[in-house]
């Protein structure tokens, strides 16, 4: 299984950014996929979770209203749309998937199976 996360870089505050991932060797349509984020010196942190068909999405609410998760099924790939972003939303940002999550679990890392190597964002005040 791989999860190839890609699009992160120097952006300034106020502006938008959209990470992917992709993933193969899994049957992508059964996964719950989520992104987290870890920030210099902290600890790795809930952004986003998608369930399998799209119809159920989670977010913090340091992101909600900002930050909008989707994914493509036919193109095994889930997708975080950043807007707004903060100096505070600078991180290294990573996919994960997992499966048979359930709801009260999905913030949570241990529920999920396989992780991407992550992307870096850095957001300039």
């Known amino acids: 299984v791989q999860l190839q996360a890609y699009g992160g870089g120097l952006v300034q505050a106020g502006d938008s950014l959209r990470l992917s991932c992709a993933a193969s060797?899994?049957?992508?349509?059964?996964?719950?996929m989520g992104w987290f984020r870890q920030a210099p010196g902290k600890e790795r942190e809930f952004v986003a979770a998608?369930?399998?068909?799209?119809?159920?999405?989670v977010y913090p609410d340091s992101v909600k209203g900002r930050f909008t998760i989707a994914r493509d099924n036919a193109k095994n790939t889930v997708y975080l749309q950043m807007n707004s972003l903060k100096p505070e939303d600078t991180a290294v940002y990573y996919c994960?998937?997992?499966?048979?999550?359930?709801?009260?679990?999905?913030?949570?890392?241990?529920?999920?199976?396989?992780w991407g190597q992550g992307t870096l964002v850095t957001v300039s005040s």
């Open positions: 060797g899994l049957t992508f349509s059964t996964y719950t």
């Open positions: 998608i369930r399998r068909n799209g119809g159920t999405t």
């Open positions: 994960a998937a997992g499966r048979d999550i359930i709801l009260s679990n999905i913030r949570s890392q241990n529920a999920y199976h396989y």
